[in-house]
């Protein structure tokens, strides 16, 4: 298990060797983030990297049909197309949409949410800074740690949450943008502030107001494994039981990742890279989900 104190020269080494050969920009195809990169203005991407985050859950091939599926009607320039959109051409837009647990009252119910939030704030960024006070709250890393971004991305859910009440009843299905204070680990949420925060080769970075240094690590299947089994940086699972057959769990069953588990990924993280903690995560992912050759010198498969 990884020193809560101090950085491992073996470990760092690694994470700067698989970002060096991982994080490449031709390594971005089979990533949802691929189709938020077309665009170029800081409204179009943000709004797309809302919606791309959220259908961001099953194999990578059906996310990326579905991101181009639910972008499809807002054209070249989302934010100005959705902004302009009147409500019964949003509810025909998105009528007959459907990606496994997101419905067409889901989609309806978002993209009034985005809307509204464009129209009252100007962008998603603002409404985002509204709910943030700088402080934030430390996320497990120590009185050093900076301050992470949990209340603002609560608060920021809260109120797309509340508009989409008002558009749809029931809303939008809390599953697919859930809220921190609950103890999710927000994955989907996490790396929509990744794309929007971070900036390289991969991340966009159109957002301004946020440091990278306060991101939370998203905590998909692919992570936790390495996490785990590579980097020592979560316990070994506990109470595994025997899957179902034909699963592809490699045999076991576990339960998903808590916020805790994101908050203690993030504070191990933060010691090789203290001013950018998410900085590692497209890398380490993409052998598991883009495999290359070679990529399995750095066991992530």
Known sequence: MYSESAPDPKIAC??????QECNRRERLGLDPLAIVRRYSEPADIEVAGLVCSILAFGSVELILRACEKALAPLGEHPAVALAGMRPEEISQAWGSFQYRFCFPKDMIALMTAIQRALIDYGSLEVLFSKGDDGAG????GGMSAAPSILSAASAFVKKLSEYAAKAVPGGLRQNLLPDPARGSACKRLFLFLRWMVRHDEIDSGCWKSVSSARLIVPMDTHMVKTCRERLGFLPAASGAQVAPSGSRKGGLKTSGPTLADALR??????????????KYDFALTRPGIDPRPGDERFGCL
């Open 265 to 278: 990924v993030t504070a191990a993280f933060r010691l090789y890279a203290p001013d950018d903690p998410v």
């Open 137 to 140: 709250d430390r996320d497990g």
């Open 14 to 19: 690694f994470l700067e060797d698989i970002y």
